[in-house]
Nanobody, 128 residues
Framework: QVQLVESGGGLVQPGGSLSLSCIVSGLTSDLYVYGIGWARQSPGRDPGEVSCIPLSGPGLPYYDDSVKGRFTISRDSAKNTVDLQMNNLKPEDTAVYYC??????????????????WGKGTLVNVSA
């Protein structure tokens, strides 16, 4: 079964930067994984999508409007990792960030698999 492990969260001041990394393993034919995405959840709120990228091929990544121009998603096929570079962080970016498998990317966003397939998350706290 697919396993995803996040790292890189922490405390950062507004305007600062953080880089998150997701190690992907256990991909099998039992679950079609088109790509990997990052979602986030703030206390008391439902998870929201941040960005997603295909595992291979020329398909473009997707970014939520709230992070466009500030966050960059990338993949390293040799290392089986998907990273999220976050710049110009704002207090409203504070959340637990999850790495998750997706079935597709459309103009409307990422098609997420159930949360049982997600990583355990890493906390990003943007505060002065």
């Amino acid at each position: 079964q697919v396993q995803l492990v996040e790292s890189g969260g922490g405390l950062v001041q507004p305007g600062g930067s953080l880089s998150l990394s997701c190690i992907v393993s256990g991909l099998t034919s039992d679950l079609y994984v088109y790509g990997i995405g990052w979602a986030r959840q703030s206390p008391g709120r439902d998870p929201g999508e941040v960005s997603c990228i295909p595992l291979s091929g020329p398909g473009l990544p997707y970014y939520d409007d709230s992070v466009k121009g500030r966050f960059t998603i990338s993949r390293d096929s040799a290392k089986n990792t998907v990273d999220l570079q976050m710049n110009n962080l704002k207090p409203e970016d504070t959340a637990v960030y999850y790495c998750a498998p997706i079935a597709a990317i459309t103009t409307g966003g990422c098609s997420w698999y159930a949360k049982e397939f997600w990583g355990k998350g890493t906390l990003v706290n943007v505060s002065a």
